[in-house]
């Protein structure tokens, strides 16, 4: 395992509700991190093919532009496996470096027609590693995505160390980050549409919380990424240039930050991190290890799978 790791944060945009522009672009980027001896990139919160900022703008009553806007996030969402992870999978084996996805997953394991906030893992052998659904969508996000279980709360051991990542507000839940603090966690990452400063204060308490480096990648998306002819553009005030800035940063285990925020533009953000600071952090403070308590406290976590048809014999 190497102690000295090099991450680049894919603060970029996506080629809104395009999946076949959007996975190019994150070859491109692929390659690039891998170009300048990165080890790990991590895109955005539901990167491919775009988060589905309209849940926030579109009164719910507007079924029809509700039903249109669906339809088309679903026919640009991924499978798992695809031919889209096919792409990412060899792009990562060519540029030698993990890769973290935020992307729209169908549930191809039944109808097929409802989606899933998904983080991919892949090595850089281009194998994928695994994938995480959201547990729970926020807000208005309820009207699109569908819940996650514990069957994909988990902490993948590579070559770096041991990665885990949780999506947006779910690091807001302190029994989900206590899942990635007790499997050992050393890196945390939280792709996300949230791009306030209390959000970021709550990240660098977490990496503080859980003695791990916690990087936050987030999508800079201008109003004019928005193609003219979807149809919730106009439910923004004209004033609006920006639907999101960014912020994304690394954060150590001291809770520092290392590297951004950045605002407003696209950028692949690089920071250097070394994991003996793990240790050194945790020497007063093991909040799953010698801070635990597990006379006092009990912990559990459902990893079975909550299929929606089971097969009886």
């Not at 000295?4 to 190019?24: R, S, W």
């Not at 507007?62 to 669906?70: F, G």
């Not at 928005?226 to 106009?234: A, R, S, T, V, W």
């Not at 600071?277 to 799978?305: A, W």
Request: a negative charge; glycine letters at 6%.
């Amino acid at each position: 395992m190497s102690e000295l790791i090099k991450i680049a944060v894919a603060q970029i945009a996506p080629i809104y509700l395009n999946i076949e522009l959007t996975v190019e672009k994150a070859v491109e980027k692929i390659k690039e991190a891998g170009e300048n001896k990165a080890d790990l990139i991590v895109f955005p919160e539901a990167f491919i093919p775009g988060y589905p900022d309209w849940v926030w703008v579109v009164p719910n009553y507007k079924s029809a532009v509700h039903n249109e806007l669906y339809s088309k996030l679903l026919d640009n969402a991924i499978s798992i496996p695809d031919k889209y992870t096919e792409i990412l999978c060899n792009a990562a084996k060519e540029a030698g470096i993990h890769v973290i996805m935020g992307v729209q997953e169908r549930n191809s394991e039944a109808s097929n027609s409802s989606l899933f906030n998904t983080l991919i893992f892949i090595d850089n052998k281009g194998e994928i590693l695994g994938k995480h659904r959201k547990l729970i969508p926020t807000g208005g996000e309820r009207l699109v995505w569908a819940q996650g279980d514990g069957s994909t709360l988990q902490v993948f051991d590579t070559s770096l160390g041991k990665i885990g990542g949780l999506i947006c507000w779910e690091n807001y839940m302190p029994l989900a980050r206590n899942a990635m603090y007790a499997a050992g966690a050393q890196i945390l990452v939280t792709p996300t549409w949230d791009k306030s400063e209390k959000w970021l204060q709550s990240l660098q308490h977490i990496a503080r919380e859980g003695g791990l480096f916690v990087v936050n990648c987030c999508t800079p998306l201008n109003k004019a990424d928005i193609p003219d002819d979807l149809n919730f553009k106009e439910f923004y005030l004209d004033e609006r240039e920006w639907i999101n800035t960014g912020n994304s940063c690394v954060i150590n285990p001291k809770g520092d930050i290392i590297a951004g925020p950045i605002k407003e533009k696209e950028e692949i953000l690089y920071a250097d991190i070394d994991l003996k600071q793990i240790s050194s952090s945790k020497r007063l403070f093991d909040v799953t290890g010698h801070y635990s308590r597990p006379d006092v406290f009990k912990f559990g976590v459902n990893r079975k799978p909550n299929k929606n048809v089971e097969s009886i014999e």
